[in-house]
């Protein structure tokens, strides 16, 4: 059972449940090889309450460490269910297309991996869910076992190293900004006293956080839950700027309902690879991911599917990207490198 599971029990568990979550104000924090305990109000919690306390981490500790002896291909063939994570906004990598189901060109990755998969534990009758995930909660729901792979527009960091997998590398963007066309602004300079939007949980954020106090920039930054929200908010003019990657920028932009008063500004901050995650040290389903991949860009499938989805019209308006592909993701499909930013 994870975490979220278990807390999400303890809140909506009878009257004895909620009087013991809301009376003794602590907080479970799990990381498993540690196990602590700590109260909310400051006080010592009783020797009763601290032993059951670490015993309900040490159960969800054991179960974590069995999904990780076992490994993703396994836990999918004992199952017979493979989980995929797609994300609502992230055009044209994994969004919601006309039909309100996941499309795009990381979710069709996806799909060839599970085809993969299928082979390889010898269930053709495998059955694949899906889960939506944001930029918050994406690794720990990979880390906990409740997704296998999410295939959208996550940064290949060394940060995130510490904590996923990532596959060889299948794009490369830098941050720039999403403005109204009239706004005057055309480059990071022009942000001082202006409120700039980002995606909470993404490195833009931080990347625009230490900028900005690092050369005193003089802008005030704010997060929002996702793409779509950011992208309203500049859009309402309650934001002035959205920094984002701008492959994702360009995406919003075609999917306005007016995108002819937004506009693309800025050079690009930081060019950062993005990447299919998984779960950490799990050598047998990274190699399958790896591999799939790696096939795809030998035989120039991988540049099929990359004209399919920036350089054509995609659901659910037709909109045209026209977005060529960068020099770094060429020189990648002959290194086949899954080397992070930094």
Known sequence: MSPPRLWTILKRGGGGARAWAS????????????LRVINTNGALMTKTWKLLSTALLVLICSEQSALSDTGTLEKIKSSGVMTLAYRESSIPFSYLGGEGQPVGFGW?????IVDQVKRTVARPDLKVQIQSVTSQNR??????????IECGSTTNNSERAKQVDFAINYFYTGTRFLVKTDSGIKSISDLKGKKVVSTTGTTNFQILRKLNAEQNLGFELIGAKDHAESTLLV???RADAFGMDDV????????????????????PIQVEPYAIMMRKDDAAFKKLVDD???SMMKSGEFESLYKKW????????G?????????????NLKTLSDKPST
């Open 292 to 294: 799939t991949l790696s």
């Open 319 to 331: 909109i045209n990207l026209n977005a060529p592909m960068s020099k770094e993701l060429k020189d």
């Open 248 to 267: 994702l920028l360009f995406g919003n932009r075609a999917s306005a309902l007016n995108p002819s008063e937004l506009v693309v500004v800025g050079d």
């Open 139 to 148: 690794i720990p729901l990979l880390t906990n076992g409740t997704i296998d």
């Open 235 to 237: 859009i309402q003019g």
């Open 310 to 317: 920036f350089q054509s019209p995609i659901p659910p308006k």
């Open 23 to 34: 009376t003794l104000h602590f907080v479970l924090i799990y990381a498993c090889g540690t």
């Open 108 to 112: 069709e990755i996806c799909g060839k």
